[in-house]
């Protein structure tokens, strides 16, 4: 009896609560950074070594003479490469803790929390942490022109922040006052405006740029799918240890 | 004692409740310092280390 006491005092509810946050979080975030940090090494990286060229002017846009479309950027870098999967699996653990918590919040107050929809959970994460910002600070090439790095951060922070309530207001409370709300919080900081810089001066082609952006915005689709449905998975299998 | 049976219950709740909202908020808290260490610190040696999955992420980066 005096045994059973002990361990219902060790692992009080909001213990037990944190450690299945945070276990399936990190589970989550591993797995699906691993999966993700493969996709932005073939999609994404290609792509980013191309423009490199031209940021170090080893290629010059509009130079003396035309330059091919096509060029090497193969090979494996093991230290900058293997650094990328690694902070890739750090960046989406720190995504996972968000959205698991938030499931966690969600399903004290009545939501089901399953594999299906953790994909539609993890595709409002998309919109709020990837989607929102770049509508007005679109994934940036190396090398592009831009305003100061940390009014861009304040304003990528506060964005996202507003979107990702705003995505709450939507999935529950649908009503009249929360969806004029979510519009509202979606609409103000493009209103407000990002920070912007006062001139161009990127070396790098739009091509490149564009196909830049395109390819992180659509890994990202990718990445936050698989992140919502392993972090559903996760949460609701440390619910049956528990 | 019905009546207090069922108020402990509805006690219970509302503090099991509590403890679960705190939990998260200290998750969610633990997350943003994460992504911001990942993402958004820029030491010199976290940048470089970080810059391809900065691009690739969306996050402002120079």
């Not at chain 1, 361990?7 to 609560?17: G, I, N, R, Y």
């Not at chain 1, 946050?21 to 950074?33: H, Q």
């Not at chain 1, 966690?104 to 089901?112: K, S, W």
Request: aromatic share 10%.
């Amino acid at each position: 009896m005096l045994h059973t006491t002990c361990v219902t005092q060790l692992a009080s509810p909001a213990t037990k609560m944190f450690a299945r946050i945070v276990t399936s979080a990190l589970f989550a975030g591993a797995t699906a950074g691993l999966l993700i940090a493969l996709l932005q090494y073939a999609f994404v990286q290609p792509v980013l070594l191309h423009a490199e060229l031209y940021e170090t002017g080893n290629l010059v846009h509009f130079g003396a003479a035309p330059i091919s479309a096509i060029q090497d950027v193969s090979g494996f870098d093991p230290m900058r490469d293997l650094l990328s999967v690694l902070f890739t699996m750090l960046t989406y653990c720190g995504y996972a803790m968000i959205l698991v918590a938030l499931m966690g919040v969600a399903e004290e107050r009545g939501a089901d929390i399953t594999l299906r929809n953790g994909m539609i959970w993890g595709l409002m994460g998309f919109i709020a942490a990837h989607l929102a910002p770049a509508f007005s600070l679109p994934p940036e090439v190396p090398g592009v022109a831009a305003a100061d790095v940390l009014l861009r951060q304040y304003w990528w922070f506060a964005t996202v922040a507003t979107a990702a309530i705003a995505m709450w207001l939507i999935a529950f409370h649908f009503t009249m006052v929360g969806l004029g709300a979510a519009i509202v919080l979606l609409l103000l900081p493009h209103i407000i405006g990002a920070p912007q810089p006062a001139e161009f001066t990127g070396p790098v082609p739009t091509e490149i740029g564009a196909l830049f952006a395109s390819r992180a915005l659509s890994v990202g689709l990718a990445a936050w799918v698989i992140l919502g449905a392993f972090c559903a998975y996760f949460w609701t299998k440390e619910g049956e240890v528990a | 004692m019905k009546t207090t049976a069922a108020t402990m219950t509805l006690e219970d709740q509302a503090s099991a409740s509590r403890t679960g909202l705190a939990s998260a908020f200290f998750a969610l808290i633990l997350g943003v310092g994460i992504i911001a260490v990942t993402g958004h610190v820029q030491a010199a040696a976290l940048h470089d280390a970080a810059h391809d999955v900065r691009h690739a992420t969306g996050f402002p980066c120079h």
